[in-house]
């Protein structure tokens, strides 16, 4: 590894840099900026697509879920009559939804489920799709009551 690593894709100036007008900090400062993935002052910034699919926001919302110390499962079935990304989420509430992909249809079996789930109020059920994402952001960032946990019973130890 050279001792250098990580300044491999800064781009260097076309030419050098005095006759440029650039001072060396001025230069370092850009450098650190595109590594870090920050526009430069000046440039145009580059367009990020918005997530589209529940495969584009999947990996954020697992990662944000175990930072905010959810318990979580995520099933994914691709056929049948309850086809897509089905995330449970466990900490002082439970959560249950469906991620389904923009444009995408709940099918009945899923709709059936989230209502029944609500009906229960004891479970917060839902489809989301990856425009919610902030709002996906904001209800697993929330904090939570702070509720200590029921010992397990014996047999389960």
Known sequence: MSRYAGWENVSAPSQPMRERGYTLSELTSQASTQRQGRPIPGQPSPTVAEPTTAADIFPALKRLATKHGWENRYTYSA???????????????????????????????????????QQTGQVEAAIWYPADFDTIKRRLTRPHAGRERAPLHKRCL
């Open 79 to 117: 056929v049948g009559p309850d086809p897509g990304l089905h995330i449970t989420l466990v900490r002082e509430a439970v959560l249950m939804f469906y991620l389904l992909d923009e444009g995408e249809a709940p099918t009945p079996l899923q709709r059936g489920w989230v209502e029944a789930l």
